[in-house]
């Protein structure tokens, strides 16, 4: 643990970092699964909604973030390989951490089932931890050049293979749920180790072929950064990445035509699509925090981004130890806590769909109120 650095840091960086975990809560913990706004759930299979901006948000953060840590750590003298080092470290840490949240309490509490022969091994820790380990590779090796070819590269690519290569017994360019090439490799080299809530038995959302668009959404991230450490004025900055932005979304949108956008095969262009609604966003937060210092208002979403991935961790450990606390009622019923609170304090007061948000609302403000103990005490966990 650490205190905060008094170096000037990108405060609108840290803002809509905390934005996004602050969104991935919210999405994460409604107060019954079978009553959501629909935006607040992922799309079903092709399409976006404002929960499909999330994961790529972060991973395109972190690839930002990527820029200014490494840029600066390189021209004060720093030794590349020993910052790899750092970086596999890092990211092992990371990984262990998503293994960690998938499998507790390890079967040691409140009847709790494990198995590491069924342990889920991708997720979202996981899939950040592989995207920054690759992602790091790519930048401390390569120019700015490098990494512009490497991000056509890798969705191009990933295009080819999803369309042309069969898969047995399907064919090929199958984009479906099931018969997919992502979902074939998945089903064979994690068999049972993937995700129970896939749209198809044997799939992942954060599987093995899916990850290569994943990385090059860090890259279009490192390109963001290299632009912010950049001499124009901030204006400048600002203008340029709303038109960087909208071309994006207007280029993923073409090639939807083509290739649709799909969250959970992360498809080309998904992954051009969600850099341009990242882009437009941290623009917006860039103008407001940085060139015009309007900060007061963002002050919540800096908190929440000082700590995300503790944050994040947290908040996955609660969500899960409120379902598996379990009291028998008189008549015999076996209940979760979660239930308890939502039945009695949320239910009463609103509609269903109206109580499922609250509930999810008071689940971020109560992470809020950690990340802001943290945050008065100076208490910064780095991974």
């Not at 971020?364 to 991974?383: E, I, N, P, R």
Request: glycine share 10%; aromatic share 16%; net charge positive.
């Amino acid at each position: 643990m650490t205190t905060a650095s008094a170096s000037k840091r990108l405060v609108s960086l840290d803002a809509f970092r905390g934005a996004t975990i602050a969104g991935m809560i919210l999405v994460n913990n409604p107060g019954s699964w079978s009553v959501i706004y629909p935006q607040l759930r992922h799309a079903e299979w092709n399409g976006w909604t404002f929960t499909d901006w999330i994961f790529p948000f972060f991973l395109w953060i972190v690839g930002v973030a990527m820029t200014f840590s490494f840029a600066r750590r390189v021209e004060e003298g720093g030794n590349k390989k020993a910052l790899f080092l750092h970086v596999i470290r890092r990211a092992a840490i990371i990984f262990g951490l998503g293994l960690f949240l998938t499998g507790f309490p390890f079967g040691l509490l409140f009847g709790h089932t494990f198995s590491l022969s069924t342990i889920r091994i991708p997720g979202v820790l996981q899939r950040i931890a592989v995207c920054y380990l690759i992602a790091s590779a790519i930048f401390l090796t390569t120019s700015i050049r490098g990494q512009v070819i490497w991000i056509l590269g890798l969705l191009a690519s990933y295009w080819l293979m999803i369309e042309l290569i069969p898969v047995p017994g399907y064919g090929s360019g199958v984009l479906v749920p099931t018969g997919n090439l992502c979902w074939w490799v998945d089903s064979n080299l994690l068999a049972g180790h993937t995700w129970t809530g896939a749209p198809a038995p044997g799939f992942d959302p954060e599987g093995i072929v899916s990850t290569i668009p994943a990385i090059a959404t860090t890259l279009f991230g490192v390109l963001t950064g290299h632009w912010l450490r950049s001499g124009r004025s901030g204006e400048e900055k600002t203008a340029w990445m709303f038109v960087a932005g909208n071309v994006l979304l207007l280029l993923g949108a073409i090639l939807d035509m083509w290739l649709p956008v799909n969250k959970n095969l992360w498809t080309s262009s998904y992954s051009v699509f969600m850099a341009g609604w990242a882009l437009v966003c941290l623009a917006v937060f860039y103008w407001l925090i940085d060139v015009k210092g309007y900060k007061r208002w963002a002050t919540p979403f800096v908190i929440y981004g000082m700590n995300a991935i503790a944050v994040f961790v947290l908040s996955g450990l609660v969500g899960k130890l409120l379902y598996l606390i379990k009291f028998t009622l008189a008549d015999g019923t076996v209940v979760s806590l979660k239930t308890i609170i939502y039945q009695n304090i949320f239910e009463p007061i609103a509609s269903p769909l109206n109580a499922s948000l609250l509930f999810a609302i008071c689940f971020v403000l109560l992470m809020y109120a950690v990340a802001w103990f943290m945050w008065k005490k100076k208490w910064f966990l780095k991974v």
